[in-house]
């Protein structure tokens, strides 16, 4: 499946890259401090399909490290023009580098082969769940 639309047919501005409503404060609020329920301030989140970046700029607002994987170009280049670190994939990352990987509504866009990659890596740069909207879909643990 081609994603080059995709942005425009979402209705995603350029100019709104990372900004987020009152619903998705709460939404993620409540989602991430089920998997972190210290402190948020200083944890790092690796976002697979970042999208319009409102995780982004809430993890930003609250003083997450946040750092984004996406596959649409203009996405990307939309996050790297707003001050985000974005990479291509988890197997950049060095093991246990992260607090969270978070997925929201991305899991279905996903071939299955991949998604299980996905998992097997999100395990090993981070051993709390990998999550798509309340419910972990894959409960990922590093190798050991």
């Known amino acids: 499946m081609s ?22 404060d709460v939404f993620y609020n409540t989602e991430v401090k089920a998997y972190l329920p210290s402190a948020l301030s200083g944890s790092t989140v ?6 319009n970046g409102s995780f982004l700029g ?12 996406e596959i649409q170009p203009v996405l990307r280049e939309r996050a790297e023009q707003s001050g ?6 988890l197997r950049l990352l060095e093991p246990l580098s992260a607090d969270i990987v978070a997925a929201f509504d ?6 299955y082969d991949s998604l ?16 798509q909207r309340r419910q972990p879909i894959c409960v990922a643990r590093p190798e050991r």
């Open 3 to 24: 994603y080059e639309a995709y942005a425009n047919w979402k209705g995603w501005d350029a100019a709104e890259f990372g900004q987020f409503n009152r619903g998705e």
């Open 46 to 51: 690796i976002e697979i399909g970042f999208g």
């Open 116 to 131: 299980q990659e996905m998992c097997r890596q999100a395990g090993r740069v981070s051993d709390r769940p990998l999550s």
């Open 106 to 111: 991305v899991f279905e866009h996903i071939p």
């Open 58 to 69: 809430w993890g930003r607002k609250n003083g997450l490290t946040v750092i984004g994987i």
């Open 84 to 89: 985000f670190p974005v990479i291509d994939d």
